[in-house]
């Protein structure tokens, strides 16, 4: 949905709410199953090719890692997990995806593998999300569509790795949608978690949209461009009584023009050029993410829109919040706002100057280094990590 970037690429799919002349630009007119060479020419690989080998380029070694795609029966479904991490003894974070049902997992090669160094991290395809997806079928998802269901197989998959890999808590990363998720868990059960870091925070879904409307209708307005004001203001108001898939889909469209979902761009082409050569998903895979998207919104698009976390604000564990400053996915400033009201044991926000809604892989640098400053120290100081380096001074 808007808080990601599903709508605008299911709409692309229908056809509905698009204009020609953005229609070039778009991430979604490129399958996401697309092999990028021809084979038996010259100086071209195909896509085997390219997985062979950024898959050996990633390739975890060392006697302690841990490296594996698991399928795992989760709410009465079976349920992906990749779970991967240099070495056993450092903590277990637990990446919540976006969308709903658009998974990270296809392409977290392009900035997870440093967080291996000192994290055990876990990419987990939710219900009705890409391998899951595939998996199953929509009949035996669609009673645990909702966002108490899905929290409910969140549980399980924090209880597995508890309990598989030895662990009292873990770390609880929720993105976009999966924020939605990681509040909830974190609420439930607090004792688990030895933080729960919020990365493009859903708070209020339709004070959201609001946001995200005004932004992309002031770019609009400020840089002459007609077409998207006559169909931002066609709408108007914003969100009003009836959020339909079209208008948020219109709404998301511009927002994501104007940079609000990955900041200097005007498209979200490198992503899914990055999805198309993913070494974790097959082209089937691939292909299973727009379905997965359609029937996961028809159940979860409601839903979020319904989301308001306004007052929930008293956690029992440390929370960490990351904002991009130029978000307009999840507009920045309600995160930020719902941050100063945040009652914990500690809490942290980060505001990335140069991002928007993707942090991580907008400025994955620093976001390494915030993870390892501000995350990494509350499982050190009770043992839960792998000896550091040795260094010397002279």
Known sequence: MSMFRTPLVLLLTLGVGVTTAHAATDPAVASSAAAPAVQGKPGLMSREDVT??????????????????????????DQWLSIRGKDRRNPILLFLHGGPASPAMPEAYTFQTPWEDYFT??????????????????????????????TDDAAEVVQYLRQHYAK??????????????????????????????????????RRNEELGYA??????????????VRELKAMAPYPG??????????????EMYYGGLAYGR??????????????DYSK????????????????????????DFDKVTHFDCPVIVYVGQHDYTTAHELAEK????????????????????????????????HLVDDALPLAQKVGDAAPAEVTRDR
Do not use: C
């Open 338 to 369: 719902w941050f100063d009201d945040i009652q914990a044991p500690s809490k942290r926000l980060v505001s990335f100057a140069d991002s928007a809604h993707m942090m991580m892989q907008e400025q994955p640098g620093r976001f390494l280094v």
């Open 266 to 279: 005007q498209d979200y082409q490198f992503e899914d050029d990055a999805e198309s050569l993913s070494p």
């Open 215 to 228: 932004f992309a209708l002031r770019e609009a307005t400020a840089q002459g461009n007609e077409a998207a």
């Open 284 to 307: 089937a895979d691939l292909a299973a993410i727009g379905k997965g998207s359609l029937f996961s919104l028809e159940h979860l698009l409601q839903p979020l829109l319904a989301v």
């Open 52 to 77: 062979r080998i950024l898959d050996s380029n990633r390739k975890i070694v060392t006697a302690q890692g841990v490296d594996e795609r698991i399928k795992l029966r989760i709410g009465g479904i």
């Open 121 to 150: 991290v876990v990419q987990w395809d939710q219900r009705g999300a890409g391998k899951t997806y595939a998996a199953n079928t929509e009949q035996a998802m669609a009673p645990g569509m909702t966002v108490q269901g899905m």
């Open 168 to 205: 009292q808590k873990i770390f609880l990363l929720g993105h976009s949608w999966g924020s939605v998720l990681g509040v909830q868990l974190a609420q439930r059960h607090p004792e688990w978690f030895y933080a729960y870091i919020s990365v493009g925070q859903v708070v209020n879904g």
């Open 241 to 254: 009584t009836s959020l339909t898939l079209d208008r948020v889909g219109t709404r998301s469209k511009w």
